[in-house]
């Protein structure tokens, strides 16, 4: 092409032009046509509105204004087998040690432990014992709440009515083809819910009687403190 050295500090090039060995830019390289580097070059900065890396690319650190398109996966430097995937569409894994721990599949479920769902609950993992920790130095103890309103949204207070179930624990079995109730512990409103804390509240617990095929309520506590057998 044509160079043309115009001062101190400028140097036209019309053309293309190859630097076979380094190329050093202490301030900003700007590319209209694009830029194509043969050998090896350290850029201060480099500014453009679309780019292409067929290589490696490092750096301390990068500043992206739009969005960063990965194929496959996010690796932790120097710990390879630890990573953040995207394995399918719609679809988010979590991996240490080259083994999968934690996804969010297209349904918005978080799965721990299991790589497909098993229902269409919210939340499943997979484990034969774990722990809830209540840590601080209070009278404070360990809570696991179960948390029920009429709204349409969890931020929106709107007022349960008699008979709505507030939660529920259920303990599911496995009968070769399908996983169904064994006995269920159920929280049922009973009566009309006042102002500030009245909620009266039934808890009855249900249990599955061989060749039944569905539970019975066998036991329930009342909100007034009597307790029903069967």
């Known amino acids: 092409g044509t160079l043309t050295y115009e001062d101190v500090t400028n140097i036209d090039v019309v053309g293309v032009s190859t ?24 850029l201060a900065a ?40 995207f394995p399918a569409a719609d679809t988010i894994t979590f991996e240490t040690g080259g083994s999968e721990r934690l996804r969010i599949d297209s349904s918005g479920r978080l799965l721990y432990g299991v790589n497909a769902s098993i229902s269409g609950v919210g939340f499943q993992f997979v484990n034969t014992y774990n722990q809830f920790y209540g840590v601080g130095d209070n009278a404070a103890g360990t809570s ?8 349409t949204t969890a931020s929106t207070n709107t007022v349960l009515q008699d008979g709505d179930v507030i939660g529920e624990i259920k303990f599911k079995g496995s009968t070769s083809d399908q996983y169904v109730n064994g006995a269920v512990i159920k929280a049922i409103v009973n009566g009309t819910p006042g102002s500030g804390n009245d909620l009266p509240t039934d808890l009855a ?25 069967n």
């Open 144 to 151: 696991l709440d179960l948390v029920k309103t009429r709204a």
């Open 19 to 42: 630097f076979a060995g380094r190329m050093n830019v202490n301030s900003s390289l700007l590319a209209n046509e694009g830029i194509k580097v043969i050998g090896v070059s350290t």
């Open 205 to 229: 617990f249900r249990i599955m009687p061989d060749g039944v095929g569905s539970t019975n309520e066998a036991l329930r506590i009342a909100s007034d403190g009597k307790v029903g057998i």
């Open 46 to 85: 480099v500014t453009g509105t679309t780019g292409t890396f067929s290589g490696a690319v490092s750096g301390s650190t990068g500043t992206f204004s739009g969005d960063v398109d990965i194929a496959d996966k996010i690796v932790h430097t120097g710990d390879t087998n630890t990573a953040i995937r």
